[in-house]
């Protein structure tokens, strides 16, 4: 009989750190199930040049705003064995505590659609995990990003609250990137002078996030962490 493979659920995964963490997660010999909103092409292109992925991948097309649990049940329909969930989903724009519709999209997006989909995830899926993607540079005041570092410091403490919550068949971790990927309309130079700021002086990659990632995937002892990988920059911010 052949054995169905196990599956893990990454939200807005077909690109930039998402679709990172999907090759990873292939790389551990899971198949991916890759939600987005807008846009697959990256993510097609890639699987089109690489043709031996063919039936591990899978995509869905949904927006997040409306019933999140929508994925899950779409995942459970497909021919896997849903086992992780990558709430990876993100909005990153200005705001502060003066403009509470932009408070709202950011709680909404950063912390109830997760746990709106970890507790959907939790209840029909028996044994599994759940990596949450927070951010290593929230601890400090920053009105220009202040609903954005609010809604990710509760998205942390969402995943210790889950961890317990959850268990012992679910285990729940989260990942706090640093500067791994320039943001959106920001040069490479910009980037790069970031490496200043940061204790070890250097940036992060992608791969340094994975290496993290399939960390937390294998290691089954371990729940209710955050791992920043940042070079300790949040040490400093």
Not at 71 to 90: D, F, M, Q, R, Y
Not at 222 to 231: E, L, M, N
Request: charged share 15%; hydrophobic share 45%.
């Amino acid at each position: 009989m052949r054995k169905i493979p196990e599956a893990v659920l990454i939200t807005a995964g077909t690109k930039r750190l998402g679709f990172h963490l999907a090759r990873a997660t292939l790389s551990m010999g899971f198949s991916v199930i890759l939600h987005f909103r807008s846009s697959d092409r990256h993510a097609r292109n890639w699987l089109q040049r690489n043709p031996r992925f063919n039936g591990k991948v899978f995509f869905i097309r949904h927006d997040l705003a409306d019933a999140p649990e929508t994925v899950i049940k779409k995942s459970l329909e497909l021919p896997c064995t849903l086992t992780g969930l990558v709430n990876n989903a993100s909005s990153f724009s200005p705001g502060n505590l003066t403009d509470p519709g932009h408070l709202r999209h950011m709680f909404d997006i950063h912390l109830f659609v997760p746990a709106h989909l970890g507790a959907f995830f939790h209840k029909h899926v028996k044994s599994g995990w759940i990596i949450n993607i927070t951010d290593a540079a929230i601890g400090s005041l920053n009105t220009t990003w202040q609903n954005y570092r609010m809604s990710k410091l509760f998205l942390e403490e969402l995943t210790r609250q889950q961890a317990v919550l959850f268990a012992p068949g679910c285990r729940v971790n989260a990942l706090a990137p640093g500067a791994i990927l320039p943001a959106a309309g920001s040069s490479r130079a910009a980037f790069n002078a970031l490496a200043d700021k940061i204790p070890l002086r250097k940036t992060g990659s992608p791969a340094s996030l994975a290496d993290a990632y399939c960390f937390l995937v294998k290691n089954t002892c371990c729940t209710g962490q955050t791992i920043a990988v940042d070079g300790g920059w949040h040490l400093v911010t």
